[in-house]
């Protein structure tokens, strides 16, 4: 039998940057209104499909969402690392509440045109260009000590996560029942929670000195830091590579769900919801993990899980068999960006942070859009299966790559992980 009081000493490390105040604001708030961005997420696409029964449109409104991700990226972080974080996530959230309850009174005023969607989906896409690298650097201002960073990362993607297994569910069934205007409805009203735990937080103002450089400068700082640092590039590539090639299976997943697996909206709720488990395991091992160790090494081995299992998954045509293969790509593809998460935000320098957090937004969303292009154009061309399986071999060839530049990557990380003190001595001989 397991000791109870070794189970209550694992679950109190796997939530242990709880105990920062301002985290566990964020973390509640986000819990909410996480559940009601993924709810959003699976109704426009099956609203998408059910007007135009277009795999090209369903490509387009996911590159109009998230292109101005990776054009604005840069310039977005500048800003994040200029400006009052705290203030400029509540701004964005407010706006994307917006945008969430435009889109459900003309969804729920049977007014909807697609050219409609295009434009919101644009719209809430420059939100998130300047939203997500802000909020991914202001994760540190929420934590005290930074040797609970990797924690609170690995917690914020079992939220996302979980999230992502009770959002698609409910969606699918929604729609069923009442149709996609009452997912966007509830999302919009779900950001109330976020801003209010904004509200309610304690931000100790940063005594930064005010900048002389100019805007353009600071822009070109930071592609030199980026480009210059290879654990940074060679992480920021894989990212890319996986957002371009693996990251579009999501897009086509109404035609799997629809055409392939011959489902409703109920199935492919099923369908992301398994995605959603597999990623919450990964997130949660992520949590349990002590220390930085052994993260490095999980960047490609776990993009090797996520390459194989589109590469199953595209030929599957058995509903059950479908939904466990998705359990891994999930874990996969999460173990893959959340340990990259980590290690960027753990070496990079602090006054560099906005930036770099811009880069790794581009590389895992902005560029998802030039893939759910490539997608949803290819799989009217070739098929849904074929352009999926294609992106699976794609990841796995990435990973074999990576592998290569390992013992690199851990000889320059190992000295700023000893400089930070986020390593015991002893272990300083192995990250991996």
Known sequence: MSNPSHADSRLKSIIRSLRHHNFRLFFSGQSISLIGTWMQRIALGWLVYRLTNSAFLLGLVGF????????????????????????????????????????AVLVLSDVIRIWQIIV??????????????????????MIEEKQDLGNAIALNSSMVNG?????????????????????????????????????????????????????????????????GFKPI???????????????PYTILMPIFAKDILQGG??????????????????????ASKRTVRGLVRLIPFAAMVF??????????????????????IGIGQ????????????????????????????MAFMGLTPVGSLLAGTLAGKIGAPWTVCAGGIACIVGAVLFFKKLPVLREMIRPIYHNLGILPTGLLIEVK
């Open 334 to 361: 999460m173990i893959q960006m959340a340990a990259s998460n980590t290690i960027l935000q753990t070496i990079v320098e602090d006054d560099k942070r906005g930036r770099i957090m811009s880069f790794y937004t």
């Open 163 to 227: 999230a992502r297994l009770l959002g698609p569910s409910a969606a699918g069934i929604l729609i069923a029942v009442a149709g996609e205007g009452i997912c966007f409805l509830l999302n919009g009203l779900s950001y109330l929670a976020v801003i209010l735990s904004l509200f309610l937080m304690k931000i100790i103002p940063e005594n930064s000195k005010p900048r002389t450089s100019k805007i353009w400068q600071d822009l070109l700082a930071g592609f030199r830091y980026a480009a």
């Open 233 to 247: 590039r060679i992480i920021l590539m894989m990212l890319a590579l996986i957002s371009i090639m693996g990251m």
């Open 64 to 103: 109009t969402s998230q292109i101005p991700v990776f054009i604005l990226g840069p310039l977005a972080g500048v800003f994040a690392d200029r400006w009052n974080r705290h203030k400029a996530i509540l701004v964005t959230q407010i706006l994307a509440m917006v945008q969430a309850f435009v889109l």
């Open 265 to 286: 909206p109920d199935a492919l709720g099923f369908l992301m919801g398994s995605t959603g488990i597999g990623a919450l395991v990964g997130a949660l091992y992520l």
């Open 307 to 328: 390459g194989f299992g589109l590469i199953i998954f595209s030929f599957s045509h058995i509903y059950f068999l479908s939904l466990v293969v998705l359990l891994f």
């Open 120 to 141: 919101l989906s644009l719209a809430l896409g420059i939100i998130n260009a300047f939203d997500m690298p802000i909020r991914q650097s202001f994760m540190v201002e």
